[in-house]
């Protein structure tokens, strides 16, 4: 089990560091929306499992997962700054989470999305890149409203 965790972690800072690199995001998109699951650790207020949109660094991970219930899915790209302005911050909206690289066995690794913002923008500061954002002055202007609303 903790094998399977570090294994999780180790695909999510991959998914990190990918993302940052080709400014691209992959999706599973099907006739009634793109691919989602349940979390296996997080509930919401009623003791439900939070909904989780899964999202992949590379379309063939991606691809790998078209099966079972997404046997009809097709892969649909998503550039970089609009996963972390509409989809991120959208998703955070409607209190769901963020699934990274999973596998077909619908495992992966759980995170809320204001914090894969902070980490996205902090794998591309540290690689001295940045992202054009619609809604933002800057990724810094976006990391400070974020660190305001986490800190209240």
Not at 128 to 146: A, T, V, W
Request: glycine content about 6%; charged content about 30%; proline content about 1%.
């Amino acid at each position: 089990m903790l094998q399977d965790q570090i294994t999780i972690k180790n695909r999510h800072t991959d998914f990190i560091k990918k993302v940052c690199e080709s400014n691209t995001v992959y999706a599973l998109k099907g006739d009634q929306g793109y691919a989602t699951s349940y979390s296996n650790e997080m509930e919401d207020e009623d003791g439900e499992a939070v909904q989780i949109v899964c999202f992949w660094s590379d379309e063939a991970r991606a691809k790998s997962c078209i099966e079972g219930e997404w046997i009809d899915y097709q892969i649909d790209t998503l550039s970089l700054n609009s996963f972390v302005e509409n989809w991120c911050l959208g998703l955070n909206n409607d209190g769901l989470i963020i699934g990274t690289n999973f596998d077909n066995h619908l495992f992966g690794f759980e995170i809320e999305p204001l914090e894969i913002i902070l980490e996205i923008i902090e794998e591309l500061k540290k690689n001295g890149k940045s992202i054009r954002l619609n809604k933002f002055d800057s990724i810094l202007d976006m990391e400070n409203q974020i660190r305001e609303v986490l800190n209240d």
